[in-house]
């Protein structure tokens, strides 16, 4: 895994919802300030509708701009100390994509959507294609690919296809779209760097809405396992799923999802919104994204003021992962444990570094017990080991 990964946090944009790239620009120092080193984008290439019928791989959406507009946002990025992940939809095609030859697709539509084909996976053609698509992008300036329904796509593909592409470009970084299954597997078999974490993000509001931390324990404790294998990308909210402040049954509780967020292993990434606190539900019918993909104002100035807190909150816990890089690769085990409390302790693989988490979602103060000597409360207010209802601590050893 190329090295600079271990620093990164992204801030997730989908950008035919946000606006066009030129507009894009004009909130990339809300980023850097925010914390984050690497912008993710949505789907950016010529398509039909929502970005992930694509029909040109190596053009622009007309919709949000063109190859200057692209060059321009990517120089930004690069003078701001900025990474920048594509969105690869290489498993399917927008039915306007001009096929070469027919061998190239399997004649199926993807998971019954008429809009979207699939591809054939075993075509050489095919293989040829991607990794031509993928060397073009990352020499204009990418960094790496997040590669959509990477789950229905067979794992030898992408090894094919990533082997080859590094050999040109040995810093790119790979994350595959995984939702269900065998995460462990699918990464070493795919020679994929990351799989998309879904697991771990249901875990944490669903523990939070049942006070039952016991599901975010046995989570933890998969994605430990994960870890073994590669570096999953972790999330709270993306632009696929109901957003963290709408999902939560208690406002109270959306600091315990981030904190949980910033303090385990992984690579972290902020859908954007979510960071203002924005609300949305993603619905199960045509339009159903709309509320999770929507359009920002001009500029930063221009948000209303009622977001900002939360703002300043994703700022502290982006600071704390930041001077703990190490985090990255840590353990987290659930070092004590209730329905409604429990202490996240995080270590360096090397076991020299550790990092506590408390978190309390019940209607009374909880008293932790567990040593905490050496460590002070560098997020929250109030005296550990004691956590007040509805509270969290995270606890460092911070000078």
Known sequence: MSSWVDHAIWWHVYPLGFGR??????????????????????????????????????????????????????ADCRARGLRVLLDGVFNHVGRGFPVPDPSWLRGTVFEGHSGLVELDHDSPDVRDYVVRVMKHWLARGADGWRLDAAYAVPPQFWRAVTERVRGEHPGAWFAGEVIHGDYVTYLRESGLDSITQYELWKAIWSSLNDGNFYELAWALDRHDKVLEAGAPLTFVGNHDVTRIASKLTDERHVGHALAVLFTVGGVPSVYYGDEQGYRGVKEDRAGGDDEVRPPYPDLPSDLAPYGWPTYRLHERLIGIRRRHAWLAHARTTATELTNTAVALTSTSPEGDRRLVTLLNVGDDPYTFKLDLNGLRVIEGSGPAPTVPAHSWFILAAEA
Request: hydrophobic letters at 40%; a negative charge.
């Open 21 to 74: 790239l030129d507009k894009l620009r004009h909130w990339l120092d809300y980023a850097v300030e925010m914390g984050v080193n690497g912008l993710q984008l949505g789907p950016i290439f010529a398509s039909e509708t929502h970005g992930y019928d694509t029909i040109d791989h190596f053009r622009i959406d007309p919709r949000l701009g063109d190859e200057a507009s692209f060059d321009a946002l990517i």
